[in-house]
């Protein structure tokens, strides 16, 4: 999983290398940048779906950044991923926390969480969590 995110964000900063590149009128956000990602984790998952955004309203409408699933069940639930920029250590801790609390537990068993950290000097990291019980992508 760790490798797929790592060519994903790579193909996002080769396919737009301005992607940083606003001006004093406009200002990069993190949906953006998921938008951006998520497009290229989907070419890495062709046989999933890959949203950004969306409410769970059972869920006190949490949004996760991107997930990668099949739409209409519970039962290939892959990867959740939450996006941050120039994330602090605090963030990206409470992000990890929010995966394990939320996406990993029943009926959602997500399968593997992520946090991304894209920074606007071109450096990036990954964190790969797991959930402690795997449940197979069928």
């Given at each position: 999983?760790?490798?797929?995110?790592?060519?994903a964000?790579?193909?996002?900063?080769?396919?737009?290398?301005?992607?940083?590149?606003?001006t004093?009128?406009?200002?990069?956000?993190?949906?953006?940048?998921?938008h951006?990602?998520?497009?290229?984790?989907?070419?890495?998952?062709?046989?999933?779906?890959?949203?950004?955004?969306?409410?769970?309203?059972?869920?006190?409408?949490?949004?996760p950044?991107?997930?990668?699933?099949?739409?209409?069940?519970?039962?290939?639930?892959?990867?959740?991923?939450?996006?941050?920029l120039?994330?602090?250590?605090?963030?990206?801790?409470?992000?990890?926390?929010?995966?394990?609390?939320?996406?990993?537990?029943?009926?959602?068993?997500?399968?593997?969480?992520?946090?991304?950290?894209?920074?606007?000097?071109?450096?990036?990291?990954?964190?790969?969590?797991r959930?402690?019980v795997?449940?197979?992508?069928?």
């Amino acid at each position: 999983m760790e490798k797929q995110l790592h060519l994903a964000i790579e193909a996002l900063f080769r396919n737009q290398p301005d992607i940083f590149g606003f001006t004093d009128q406009t200002h990069q956000t993190e949906w953006n940048l998921a938008h951006h990602l998520a497009n290229e984790i989907q070419s890495l998952f062709p046989d999933l779906q890959c949203d950004v955004e969306l409410i769970k309203p059972n869920y006190e409408n949490r949004r996760p950044d991107i997930i990668v699933h099949r739409r209409g069940s519970q039962d290939h639930n892959l990867l959740v991923v939450e996006v941050k920029l120039d994330g602090t250590d605090d963030a990206l801790q409470h992000d990890a926390e929010k995966i394990a609390q939320y996406w990993f537990q029943p009926p959602l068993r997500y399968e593997y969480g992520a946090i991304v950290d894209l920074r606007r000097d071109g450096r990036y990291s990954v964190r790969i969590l797991r959930a402690a019980v795997s449940f197979p992508v069928k």
